[in-house]
């Protein structure tokens, strides 16, 4: 051997053992066949020291929320090394799995959580399709005298996601596709009352995405989730970001975590109607969204103001249009079964707590609590009341509308502005006059302002748009899309690559 052959054979030897030493465990290594030892015990070493199972077998559902973590993280790394091809495998498998088992999955939903109707939980999950995925990162561009740059998308890691009992499966469904679209994976900790059929999804869900990419454990959930599983999630170190979907109570809990936290929070979302709309569009758009699914959806109307001068038409035309109105003992009736208020708190105070026996009930139902009867298919209930009514002022997630008459588009504008409570989540217009519409939106300042059409076109359901469950509010990302789960990175080339 010449003295140029060995130079040559050390020379490769050198760089390919540091080719092996250097490569990131992360982005560049193979899939650790072992954790190292060569034992090939399916274990997966966190920055943290510790020594976690990765969950091989357990489809994503796991007892304890760290294990899920741990999982999760390994099914990051997994992702990371197979690409967007994989990504946009993962989001085609969830909008066809979440279509196809939709009429399956909408009824055990229902069974579970009691609450809503079933054509609209089979709906919800029919439409995961319009959630948008992977072709939503376009990167940002530069380029001058002095070269390029470009500004890219990219993944936190892994993301806590908190799903409400309102829609369990669809938001979770959701997620997973704007989470995962954006190189991500996720950890859900659902709501209580709605974790079996969340579980069940997410076991679908790993069992098609270990099939079709090989990737275990991208999505993960804590089987039988609470308030210790949320709070482990938060101070799990490989937990990167939140995403909360909820009420108020939660909403306040990811804020106070010490984590960034996206939140889709609380609505109570006001109708004003003046005397330039269509009284029977505005009607029949009232009756759509505030009976979709019992009135569960956060961005369904709650309380409608209308000019005193139109709002014996636009009562008739709810009548004629699947709605029942009713008297004043009937509405005392059904008032005092929808709400618990507090010894020494009046009516109108805030405090007053909404009977989760009558969330999400059929109108037939609500009917039965108001003493009448009314016929099967009833849409939705309706009754005049005073603008510091309970059933104004709470989000009471019923199809029950309060009617309230104003003198003037501002005091119509000034009683929805009270009643949405600074939500800043939904707002809706029925009208003809842009001054009207303007002045309405400026004020409300919500993050959805509908006008003339029922509340689900805001997300795009008969209007303009995309899709998700999970709208931030308090946190002000608005409809969440997949660049909302990511991290900017910008990458600069000096002086070359502008080719001209
Ligand atoms: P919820 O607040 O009772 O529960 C939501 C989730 O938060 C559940 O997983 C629950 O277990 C968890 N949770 C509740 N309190 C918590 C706390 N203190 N700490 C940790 N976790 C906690 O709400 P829900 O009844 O399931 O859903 C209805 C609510 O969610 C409504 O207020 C509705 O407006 C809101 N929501 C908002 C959006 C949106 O996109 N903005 C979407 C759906 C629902």
């Keep these: ?18 080719l092996n030493g250097a490569a ?17 015990d399916k274990r997966v070493n966190l920055a943290s020291g510790g020594s976690i199972s990765t969950g091989a077998g357990k489809h994503g559902v796991f007892a304890d929320a760290n294990e899920a973590c741990a999982a999760a993280q390994h099914g990051f790394s997994q992702l990371q090394r197979k690409g967007m091809a994989a990504r ?12 196809k088992n ?50 890219e998308y990219t993944p936190f890691g892994v993301v806590a996601a908190i799903t409400p009992s309102t829609h369990s499966i669809p938001t979770l469904s959701g997620n997973i596709v704007n989470i995962v679209a954006a190189g991500n994976a996720v950890v859900f900790n659902a709501h209580p009352g709605a974790a079996k059929c969340a579980a069940l999804a997410v076991r679908e869900y790993n069992k098609a995405i270990e099939r079709e990419t090989g990737i275990q454990n991208l999505i993960t959930i804590i089987e039988t989730p609470t308030l210790e599983s949320f709070k482990a999630l938060c101070e799990n170190e490989v937990v990167r970001l939140l ?25 109570n979302p006001p109708v004003l109607v003046d005397d330039t709309c269509c009284p029977t569009r505005a009607a029949k758009a009232i009756i759509e969204g505030a009976s979709f699914d019992n009135n569960l959806l956060c961005i369904g109307e709650k309380e409608v103001f209308v000019l005193d001068s139109v709002a014996d038409k636009l009562m008739q035309r709810m009548s004629e249009n699947g709605a029942v109105k009713l008297n004043s003992p009937q509405l005392d009736r059904l008032t005092k079964a929808a709400f618990t208020i ?65 003198k003037s588009v501002e005091e119509g504008i000034e009683r929805s502005l009270q009643a949405e409570h600074n939500y800043k989540h939904t707002s809706i217009i029925h009208s003809h006059d842009v001054e009207h519409m303007t002045a309405m939106a400026r004020a409300l300042d919500t993050t959805l302002f509908v006008k003339n059409g029922a509340s689900p076109a805001g997300l795009g359901l008969g209007g303009e748009g995309y899709l998700s469950f999970s709208i931030a ?24 690559l502008r080719i001209y």
């Design 473 to 496: 509010t308090p946190t002000g990302e608005g409809i969440t899309n997949p660049k909302t789960f990511t991290r900017v990175r910008r990458c600069v080339m000096v002086d070359n």
């Design 102 to 151: 939709a009429a399956e999955w909408g009824r055990i939903e229902l069974e579970e959580t009691k609450i809503g109707r079933l054509d609209h939980k089979i709906a919800k999950l029919q439409i995961i399709k319009l959630v948008p995925g992977v072709e939503w990162l376009r990167p940002d561009a530069r380029s001058g005298d002095h070269g390029i740059t470009l500004e």
């Design 243 to 267: 995403c909360v979907t909820g009420g108020p109570g939660v909403v306040k809990a990811a804020m106070q975590s010490g984590k960034r936290a996206i939140c889709a929070g609380p609505g």
């Design 88 to 99: 946009a495998k993962v989001v085609e498998i969830v909008k066809t799995l979440a279509e």
């Design 1 to 18: 051997m010449n003295v140029n052959e060995t130079l040559i054979r050390d020379v490769v030897a050198e760089v390919l053992g540091r």
């Design 342 to 406: 507090k010894e020494g708190q009046g009516g109108g105070c805030g405090h007053a707590s909404v009977n989760r026996d009558l969330i999400g009930k059929d109108a037939t139902v609500l009917a039965k609590a108001a003493g009448i009867e009314v016929p099967a298919g009833t849409q939705m209930l309706f009754a005049e009341t005073e603008a510091n009514h309970l059933f104004v002022q709470e989000e009471q997630m019923m199809p029950m509308v309060p009617v309230v008459r104003v």
């Design 24 to 40: 990131s465990p992360q982005r560049n290594a193979p899939a650790p066949a072992s954790n190292g030892c060569g034992c090939g």
